[in-house]
């Protein structure tokens, strides 16, 4: 049989584990220092928990999961012969693998609201599984890092995802710009054009403007809308492109308006971002918008074409449907594979070290275990990584084995070593050698 | 919609993640000492990976995916009525989660032969699934944390595996005992009685006498083997428990009393295990007789009654049913739920410390936020983590904010503080309060 992997899916070897690692634990240390505590929901939810709330495409690309047992037993012969799959699949399917991990949180804090305190701020970093079609830097099952507060109005949290994507971004280095608009702006400018009833088309052609272009995009909305309108919808986009927040008319955008100036208001003086990123307002971002109610976020590399590797925004009663009103949410959603895939567009893994062991000790055979054992031993009490070749093989392929797995250091004991109580010590890296008593190994090695 | 979570999931909170982490990371570190590395997999493996390699109960317990778009549409409405689920399964669903983590390693080291190394050494920690019926300790979504060998016959590497045990267990302070058993030396003995054919009913029988007793045991084998081997059968047994390795006879069993003899060898004089740990010779341990063909490796408790917390052994040829022959495997696997339920019992968890932040600012408005926020960027910096109360609420709930989520210090900046530049900061364990410069608090936060 030769095995295969489900489309879309991949393995990590070690080194793309490693790297892997580097970016989760540099986003993770950021979580950490603002006061972010971890949570983890299972893979597995029930199917009734996630349809319904990702429109109908999302509920289409949900994995289910097939009951256990006769899960025909229940159903007809009769009534199988006339069954379609979209009227089976709640007959013999309850469960479903989560699709992101912003839903089985609602879901956590409304379950769990007697054992957590409010404002919460958790974040989780785990697979959600999608049954997109499979290209280019998209996968059927890939790593969501999330961090939301929940429970606080206050647009402090905002300034706080931001300084955060702020720290995360300059500490993986990669230069960004951090898109930030707001859904009651959006609203007011529609509700001033009478175009409300038309907010989703308008919201998507707007998210299109930079991909498809202007005229493009007119062309898109003029099914639905007349062209006099469109007309002064874009010249509207266009002079609060040009004026920034200021030149948001009060009447309607109200609320949108006066939280993105404070929002922006703690980004100056002593508290810039860091150099190389940028905080831009952005009229024309509308992504989300089954869902965000406030306050929208969408980060961009500046130096590599890669589209959307952070977004999130603020959604208002967002456990409203698992039965807890009023209450609500801001978060992000950091997209780990489109950062590693910047990361390596941008060739910057050198220094993400991987190596199996620091000290690889030849086998000899027999006579020398004992010693070597109690090495490792002393090596391993002190956090210095080492082990010891498992089989008697050549010299040649031991040392070959150091070599291929990134093990900077090969010590031989042989029985002359053992008689003189010292070992000796092959730099892998450098090519030199030393001879060092056994009772010296944990100094050499225990500092870096 | 009352929320609600599928039989056997669960929910892991900051506080159970935090100890849960503490677990996985004590496992983790020991693994690196030992110059594993790590890999993942993915949870959706296809289904014929998976089936036909656990049994036909495993079979049954693995989750089957729903294939995906209308999954019905090959499938003639007639042939439908008089199906089975057992025969619609394989038309309908291509996609399963993985059972555990040796299948799917397996199958990674014969897709990714090319760029790895033998002896392959990696570790994984996952979570896998399985439909078994929940009960206390048993869930259907789960962690493993697996460490294997592949591709060297040393017995070196089960040595290498009993000191991972030992040090794991004695990092988490859980005595243990080490149980090894050969499953060469159980062959000898049936190979000598001639009970080749009732090998599955012996070993399984073997495996209760701990549990329902010698005569029960031998109740049960009657109906298959005549009471005479019966007797012959349990005084060896008893007579090779008695007189341990050295009385296992050499005719048929040889391979395994050798290795057994080296395996035991390596842990003498001064390479013992630590001390509240014992390592036994056991040769009533048949676990995992569906794959284990040399060391048998099982872990106890010895205070708290859990049954096995990590076990493992030598699996021959495990390649070979994915097309790579005679590569020889061997690991074990840590049981992070009965650890934990371990760890509980023994009310070992006071030492995690769970706090969200190490400081809390209070809010007090608009006026005092730039300094707050230069403060905070500061002491992020130096990785001391805080955040900012993100509303402004009455002192009361903003300090019992900072009580409920354990953060030892608030530090308050008010008008006056603004205008001396100093600090009050609340030592929240003591209820002692001092007075700081805000250029001050870097440097009493940084150590510790």
Chains 1, 2 share one sequence.
Request: net charge neutral.
């Amino acid at each position: 049989m030769k095995p295969s992997l489900p489309k879309g899916t991949r393995d990590f070897t070690p080194e793309v584990f490693a790297k892997r690692k580097y970016i989760f634990n540099v986003i993770e240390n950021v979580f950490k220092n603002h006061g972010y505590k971890a949570i983890e929901t299972p893979a597995v939810e029930n199917l009734k928990t996630l349809t319904g709330k990702y429109g109908e495409e999302g509920d289409r690309l949900i994995f289910k999961i097939l009951n256990s047992g006769d899960y025909l037993n229940k159903i007809e012969g009769s009534e199988l012969s006339s069954i379609d799959s979209k009227k089976l699949t709640p007959k013999i399917s309850e469960k479903a693998l989560r699709y992101d991990l912003t839903i089985p949180f609602a879901r956590f804090v409304v379950m769990n609201r007697n054992e957590i305190t409010f404002p919460f701020k958790r974040y989780q970093i785990q697979p959600v599984w999608r049954a997109d079609r499979p290209q280019k830097g998209r996968y059927r099952e890939f790593y969501q890092c999330d961090v939301d507060v929940i429970g606080s109005n206050s647009v402090l949290n905002e300034v706080d995802l931001i300084q955060i994507i702020d720290e995360v971004f300059a500490e993986l280095k990669i230069p960004v710009s951090i898109h930030v608009n707001h859904r009651k702006v959006l609203d007011g400018i529609l509700a001033e054009l009478n175009l409300k009833d038309n907010t989703n088309a308008v919201l998507i052609a707007l998210d299109k403007l930079d991909k498809i272009g202007l005229e493009k995009v007119k062309e898109e909305l003029s099914d639905r809308i007349d062209s006099n309108t469109i007309g002064l919808l874009f010249d509207k986009i266009g002079a609060i492109e040009n004026g920034g927040i200021d030149s948001i008319s009060a009447e309607k955008g109200n609320q949108g308006k006066e939280e993105l100036n404070k929002i922006f208001g703690q980004f100056k003086g002593d508290n810039k971002l860091s150099k190389n990123n940028d905080l831009l307002f952005d009229i024309k971002l509308a992504r989300g918008l089954d869902y965000y109610t406030g306050t929208i976020i969408e980060v961009k590399a500046k130096d590599v074409e890669m589209g959307s590797i952070c977004g999130g925004g603020r959604y208002d009663d967002l456990t409203g449907v698992f039965g807890l009103k009023d209450v609500s949410g801001v978060g992000v959603s950091f997209g780990a594979d489109r950062i590693y895939d910047v990361l390596s567009s941008m060739d910057s893994f050198k220094d993400v070290k991987l190596y199996s062991s620091k000290v690889m000790f030849v086998n000899f055979g027999e006579a020398t275990l004992a010693q070597i054992n109690k090495c490792m031993s002393e090596l391993r009490k002190n956090d210095v990584s080492c082990e010891l070749y498992p089989d008697e093989a050549k010299m040649k392929k031991q040392f070959s084995y150091a070599n291929t797995n990134n093990i900077p250091y090969v010590i031989s004991v042989g029985d002359e070593e053992l008689k003189s109580s010292k070992a000796k010590l092959k730099d892998m890296n450098e090519g030199t050698e030393e001879t060092i008593a056994f009772d010296d190994l944990v100094k050499r090695f225990s500092n870096g």
